[in-house]
C-alpha cells in the first residue's frame, strides 16, 4: 500500500500542479516526463493491486489476439512500461523486430 500512497501524494514540485501560460491544453514534455518518473516505479504494482493481477493475462490474451508471429515486424504505439513489447519480442522471436 505504500506504493499506492507514493503515486497519489501530491508532490513537492509545484511545477506538477500547475500549468505554464506556454502550456495551456497539452502539458509540457518535462512535465509529461515528471509525471512519468513518478508513476512507472509503482506502475505494475499497481496495476497488480486495482486488477487482482488479471493485467497480466490481459497483456497475454492481447499478444496471442494479434496474430503476431515468429518473424513478424509489430509495433507497440502505447508502450507504457514495455510489457507488451516485451511480451511481443518473445512471441516474434530474433527474427522479428518490435517498435
Do not use: T
Not at 501524494?9 to 500547475?18: D, E, F, G, I
Not at 492481447?62 to 513489447?85: H, I, M, Y
Amino acid at each position: 500500500m505504500a506504493s499506492l500512497q507514493f503515486l497519489l501524494r501530491p508532490s513537492s514540485n509545484p511545477n506538477l500542479l500547475a500549468l505554464p501560460s506556454r502550456c495551456r491544453s497539452v502539458r509540457c514534455a518535462d512535465e509529461r516526463q515528471a509525471l512519468f518518473n513518478r508513476i512507472a516505479p509503482v506502475y505494475d504494482n499497481l496495476n497488480d493491486f486495482l486488477s487482482l493481477g488479471q493485467h497480466r493475462i490481459w497483456k497475454r490474451m492481447a499478444v496471442s489476439w494479434s496474430g503476431a508471429k515468429r518473424g513478424d515486424n509489430v509495433l507497440d504505439l502505447c508502450c507504457g512500461s514495455g510489457d507488451l513489447a516485451f511480451l511481443l519480442s518473445e512471441r516474434v522471436g530474433s527474427d522479428g523486430k518490435v517498435d
